[in-house]
């Protein structure tokens, strides 16, 4: 969440995408997965942290990097709930209970929702005598460690918000600037899993200074706490923050309007490189089911942040979803990619006026490629060359997983063609697969000739 003045977030054009250029580092994928993993979590570390003023030395640096990936978070972006895109600072605890309530009952939760967090506004605006932060009286009686609790029991883990600076935007409660370790133990004493830590009223000192404490105390805190850094993208997060930080935010505030969507969608698509096991670009929260948008909106909305690796995390209210939300919040194949163990994220491969390809690469040899038709005005037809996504133009067959459609076609070669209707997308999994043919073989008998056919198989890539 950003302060309520409005804050100008980076206004850097976003470059223009090359298919070659991406697929250039990640079509070795396909044949040695292991190998782009080894990539990400131990060549691309020096790089992302290079030049980067930190309190101390470069071995700390790489040692906190070490254990943001030993503590098991992030290995997948999280999935599961905030509160502020829906109810904003009109949270309780009977909501919160009612929540993972409905997370355990809708079904979500058994399909990966896990996260059930708390956004700004749940902390009195003044510390207490020892300088504790103290849940909310009126909202939170029973304190946020019984919310914990009773969270934890339901399979789910909860949540907290705080901010890098001396409140949090709300200027309801404090902020955790000056106050990391105290905090970190504070929230870890709770039992809380995950922190979104904000940048509001941090007094003009730059992030890069600010938010590397909030790490190391919550890696010191006796507890492992995802860590969600969220400065905006103000100062390109994406190229120091996956050194102390399971996610990033790389945009502003998003909001329940589709030029919202797919602006925080293409500013985000530029620091795709940076995006791994360990750390994820994070364009915002999903607004699925909060009423700004269409239903082909917002499929739109779920499938881009599912093929960027994007953090899912609902925004709307749980407890009443219609069967269209449902629905679109628990396609499990389109989940399925968001979750890949690849870990590799999709990204714009091809633009042509408002309908364009977006494609990356999955375990397995396969791709995911989505079209989508920015246009407004009508539905359009929309192809994908194999040479826009990584695979050999001329010689290879795929199967094309609809994930929408549920359905599956064979033996497509070339290219991928689809009417997408207006601000909607179609989403497939391309497997390129092993394609047998027969050869006919003469061999000489006494006095006769006998033909045996003999079949050869080739994997096509």
Known sequence: MMAMVPRSSSSRAISSTSAAGFFSLTRPCYHHELLLLLVFLVLQ???RIAGIATTGSGQDTLSVRRSLLSNGLALTPQMGWNSWNHFACNISEKLIMETADAMVSSGIAKLGYKYVNLDDCWAELKRDSKGNMVPKASAFPSGIKSLADYVHSKGLKLGIYSDAGTQTC????????????????????WGIDYLKYDNCENN???PKQRYPKMSKALLN???SIFFSLCEWGQEDPATWAPKIANSWRTTGDIRDEWESMVSNADQNDRWAAYAGPGGWNDPDMLEVGNGGMTNEEYRSHFSIWALAKAPLLIGCDVRSLDKTTLELLSNEEVIAVNQDKLGVQGKKVKKRGDHEVWAGPLSGKRVAVLLWNRSGLSPANITAHWSDIGL???????????????????????????????????MFVLTPYKRRHR???????????????????????
């Open 204 to 206: 003009g000192t730059s």
């Open 392 to 426: 050999h133009p001329s010689s290879t067959l795929v199967r094309a997983r609809d994930l929408w459609a549920h359905s599956t076609e064979a033996a497509i070669k070339r290219k991928l063609t689809v009417e997408v209707d207006k601000h909607g997308v179609k």
């Open 439 to 461: 050869s006919l073989r003469a061999t000489q008998g006494k006095g006769n000739t006998k033909q045996k056919t003999s079949e050869s198989t080739s994997v096509l890539t």
């Open 170 to 189: 709300s200027l309801t409660m404090p902020g955790s600037l000056g106050h990391e370790d105290q905090d970190a133990k504070t929230f870890a004493s």
């Open 221 to 223: 805190s006796g507890r």
């Open 45 to 47: 570390v020096p790089p």
